[in-house]
């Protein structure tokens, strides 16, 4: 994906951005400005620095991106739809997602939230007070999830604040960021970021990435230096077509992760926001693909396959299924495809 012209230490926030750095043809420029217009561009120096298509492909806007298919949604797992104030999501009744921001590091090309991305950033005070003072009045919250945007694209000041306020909510016991930055912008994995992520529940990072090529040497020791803080790491991976969408690559990602100390997590079934029909694999061969990683590696390194349901109805595991009833109890499907019966006990 690179070319002599990338810069080393800016993001290419633009189509004229990606023309100066050679990562598309010129002769693109109209369609490109079109899906400018609809959707953010940015691409940080790391990962316009990868020599990899399965890398360009989530970064570099492609003109398919400005056909809309009937099913594809603006809001496709429904956050508006739990929403009591503005940056929180109740879906679940032990858990919530609060956007601290809207901004991202990188603006994914196959993103779930790109109607909203690259709004203005963070969220502004009052609906933070708000979001939290919801949280605070609510005891059944367990969970707090950051998400946004990318809460590390915020200032460790900004993210420690937001700890500290979480910190201080008695039945709030787990914070977990979820982020693109470890990978796609390392360098911002330092000291500070490492102290603000200090707070009184645990923390957990979970790391979206989806190839194992965007594990940059930079990507890995940013990876490592929050391991050895002590966060524990959860991976979120989108299945994309033409990206990761075979057993060989996705298992190559899930063993570098698990050799970061990363557990892998979720494999996403890519939703329907709007212009990304053509990262989109059928369930039938995600299906296949998890089958088949489950007979190629460890458990321990195969993630669960999941959609989140169309309309805000949540997230469900979606196979493959190795069990089914049958007259004589059940028949299960071992790793290889051969069927066995097995009986409870009387
Ligand atoms: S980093 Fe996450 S929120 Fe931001 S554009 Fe990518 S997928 Fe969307």
Known sequence: MNSPNAPLNASLNSVDDLIAAGLVAPDQAGDLARVEENFRIRITSEMAGVQSPAVAAQFVPDARELVTRPEELTDPIGDSAHSPTYGLTHRYPDRVILAATHACEVYCRFCFRREVVGEAAALPEPALTAALDYIAKTPAIWEVILTGGDPMSL????????????????????????????????????????????????????????????????????????????????????????????????????????????????????????????????????????????????????????????????????????????????????????????????
């Open 155 to 346: 200032s460790p000041r900004r993210i420690a604040s937001i700890m500290a306020r979480l910190s201080a909510i008695p039945h709030v016991q787990i914070i977990r960021l979820h982020t693109r930055v470890p990978v796609v912008a390392p360098q911002r994995i330092d000291d500070a970021m490492i102290a603000a992520l200090r707070a009184r529940p645990t923390v957990y990072v979970g790391v979206h990435t989806n190839h194992v090529d965007e594990l940059t040497p930079a990507a890995c020791a940013a990876l490592a230096r929050i391991a050895d803080a002590g966060f524990p790491m959860v991976s979120q991976t989108v299945l994309l077509r033409g990206v990761n969408d075979d057993a060989a690559t996705l298992e190559a990602l899930f063993r570098a992760l698990l050799t970061l100390r990363v557990q892998p997590y979720y494999l996403h079934h890519c939703d329907l926001a709007q212009g990304t029909s053509h990262f989109r694999t059928t369930i039938a061969a995600g299906q296949a693909i998890m089958a088949q990683l489950r007979g190629r590696m460890s458990g321990m390194g195969v993630p669960t396959y999941v959609l989140d349901i169309p309309g805000g109805f949540g997230k469900v595991p979606i196979g493959p299924d190795y069990l089914e009833r049958s007259a004589q109890g059940y028949m299960v499907t071992d790793w290889q495809g051969a069927r066995h019966i097995y009986r409870d006990p009387d």
